[in-house]
């Protein structure tokens, strides 16, 4: 998560998997490419296993790039998360006084050598107390790796105790 803005009355961070979104984005465009030659050559097979492979890497764009904006506003007493996708917007929003503080939360994932060998992501989490609305709530469904989440949580707290 990046901080996009950071003052007094307002708190916005940002995920977007720009990488992700621009690999994906230029598979769909070469194996589309790929399928209208093959159909233009009268390689219909080639053409059709190409238009597959773009509407399979379609599917993968659909389901795993999204957008995700946290904005803790003083000034309106509230927390809205933001959530875009290609299937549309969702919005959530809280009362800020209920928030009482961002967590991080891991996941192991299997690593790339021994048995034995394991990696932890990491996402951002607001724990809520009070309201219907109680508990711990994700910023992002995704975890990843780095220290993005630990800086988002750290800012978040920061933040709250102004």
Not at 127 to 145: K, N, R, W, Y
């Amino acid at each position: 998560m990046k901080i996009v803005r950071n003052t007094p009355d307002q708190l916005i961070l940002r995920s977007v998997p720009w990488v992700i979104g621009i690999v994906l984005s230029g598979a769909i465009l070469g194996l589309s490419a790929a399928s209208l030659t093959g159909f233009l050559q009268t390689e219909y097979l080639f053409g059709t296993v190409m238009l597959l492979s773009a509407l399979f890497v379609g599917v993968f764009f659909a389901l795993f790039v999204r957008r995700d904006d946290l904005i803790l506003d003083r000034s309106r007493n509230q927390i809205e998360l933001r959530h875009a996708t290609v299937f549309g917007r969702h919005k959530v929003r809280h009362d800020l006084t209920h928030l009482r503080n961002a967590i991080v939360q891991q996941q192991s994932a299997a690593g790339s050598g021994s048995k034995n060998d394991t990696a932890l992501t990491f996402r951002v989490a607001l724990v809520l107390e009070g309201g219907m609305d109680a508990g711990t709530h994700p910023v992002t469904e995704v975890f990843s790796d780095g220290n993005s989440a630990l800086k988002a949580a750290d800012a978040i707290n920061n933040w709250l105790k102004q």
